[in-house]
């Protein structure tokens, strides 16, 4: 195949992006790739190393000493940093938060950009983020723009960390959904917005296999398959 169709997920934290992009790839025999999850990836090993997200002198220095690969497995996408399998350590609140804050740094992006965009070259595949349509893949075959209300998405965070053990509140989780959603639109690098070509689409109201079923249905469309 000489033409790779590359589809980017983009929109707020908690709106569903990595379940639907992952279901929606294997509905369509493409290739998943969760960025979030190499922003947490930075963010864990920065995190080890003691070093603060907005640190703008030490965060770049830690990056030349950070190997990540990708291992796509049977069960999903697996993050390697220098050897280690870290995909469950990266699933925390605290790498959530610090990887949000990571990602404001323009060092951090170059260092991602060029792995994500290599892999769109070769594959059939569906990228989910917060700038995949506006900076990552702005030539995306087909852009979707994610979202539902805060409360909503707050919602299905909580019962996500309920369902794995972890203790949250839900006043707490929405109001950390709400501050996630101000700093990653109102960073200065590639904040969060709608690419102008995307497609918007509302889960509020849908539940979770309402929202793949549509998501898959307008990808074919758009797609012509």
Not at 63 to 69: E, F, G, P, V, Y
Not at 145 to 155: Q, S
Not at 170 to 176: K, N, P, S, T, W
């Amino acid at each position: 195949m000489d033409q790779f169709y590359s589809i980017a997920i983009d929109g707020p934290s908690g709106a569903g992006k990595s379940t639907i992009a992952k279901a929606a790839a294997k509905e369509l025999g493409f290739v998943y790739l969760d960025t979030g999850a190499i922003y947490r990836t930075v963010a864990w090993h920065i995190t080890m190393m003691g070093i603060g997200p907005k640190d703008t002198d030490h965060v770049p220095m830690l990056l030349d000493d950070a190997n990540i690969k990708i291992d796509f497995q049977p069960d999903g996408q697996h993050m390697i940093l220098n050897g280690k399998d870290i995909t469950q350590e990266i699933r925390t609140p605290e790498i959530a938060s610090v990887a949000s804050q990571a990602a404001a740094q323009p060092s951090v992006r170059e260092f991602l950009l060029d792995m994500q965009r290599d892999l769109a070259k070769t594959h059939n595949i569906i990228m989910d983020g917060r700038d995949i349509g506006t900076v990552v893949l702005p030539n995306a075959s087909v852009k979707i723009y994610l979202t539902a209300t805060p409360e909503a998405r707050a919602m299905r965070r909580y019962q996500e960390y309920l369902e794995k053990g972890q203790k949250a509140s839900y006043e707490e989780v929405l109001a950390d959904q709400k501050k996630r959603d101000y700093d990653d639109s109102h960073r200065k690098i590639a904040p969060l917005k709608q690419a102008k070509d995307a497609v918007l689409v509302d889960t509020t109201e849908m539940d979770l296999q309402e929202s793949i079923n549509y998501c898959v249905a307008l990808i074919r469309e758009k797609l012509g398959l």
